[in-house]
């Protein structure tokens, strides 16, 4: 089984909103990781957890607040978020120690 | 800067024939790579990895690296019209995992 889950699957908010987006898998990964997908383009690399630990933050603005309360669980806490940051987001998980990344469904986020 | 190049397309093949999908990476250090299958508003599935130099197959696909020539294809026999999606070339550089802009393949009926 190499099933990613992501919730939820769309999400509008406004500029002053507070929301959370979940991800979890059941694979015994311990690496997960946290794209943004705008449309048209390939999806950028924002945060990397590896074993529980942030390893990669890149330059991502704080407004985005990733979290991982274990191993099968990846957390991004969004607030304040502006209209430019509306995107599909994905997570990814890998096994520690092996590169291929298996991607959830995204969560396609609209910022108002 | 560790880059990955495409030709974003698209590129039409006829149903049947042979799709040929091209990415060059600027990274020497890179060990693995991947090629992802993406369609319209969906999210990335993985077709295919590659380690070593030479092909790989898997059913219709073939994958093709060449480490001297920072190269690597995708081959895709028998295209069907399942196969309009939008490609993307990935590699491993360091910790990162850096994605290509894509390649758009549309296969006519």
């Known amino acids: 089984d190499t099933e990613v889950t992501q919730t939820p699957k769309h999400l509008v908010m406004g500029m002053t909103n507070k929301k959370s987006l979940k991800c979890e898998q059941h694979m015994g990964h311990r690496a997960m990781y946290w794209y943004k997908q705008k449309a048209k383009k390939p999806p950028e690399l924002m945060f990397v957890y590896s074993y529980e630990k942030l390893s990669i933050n890149e330059s991502v603005p704080s407004r985005f607040s990733p979290e991982c309360p274990n191993s099968s669980l990846l957390n991004l806490h969004l607030h304040a978020l502006q209209p430019e940051d509306s995107a599909l987001y994905l997570c990814a998980s890998s096994q520690a120690g092996v590169e291929t990344q298996y991607f959830g469904p995204g969560t396609r986020l609209l910022v108002l | ?109």
């Open chain 2, 1 to 109: 800067q560790k880059e990955v190049e495409q030709n974003s397309g698209p590129l039409s093949v006829p149903e049947g024939a042979i799709a040929s999908l091209n990415c060059t990476y600027s990274d020497r250090g890179s060990q693995s790579f991947f090629w992802y299958r993406q369609y319209s508003g969906k999210s990335p599935e993985l077709i295919m990895f590659i380690y070593s130099n030479g092909d790989k197959e898997d059913g219709r696909f073939t994958a093709q690296l060449n480490k001297a020539s920072q190269y690597v294809s995708l081959l895709i026999r028998d295209s069907q019209p399942s196969d309009s999606a939008t490609y993307l070339c990935a590699f491993r550089g360091g910790q990162n995992f850096v994605f290509g802009p894509g390649t758009r393949l549309s296969v006519l009926p």
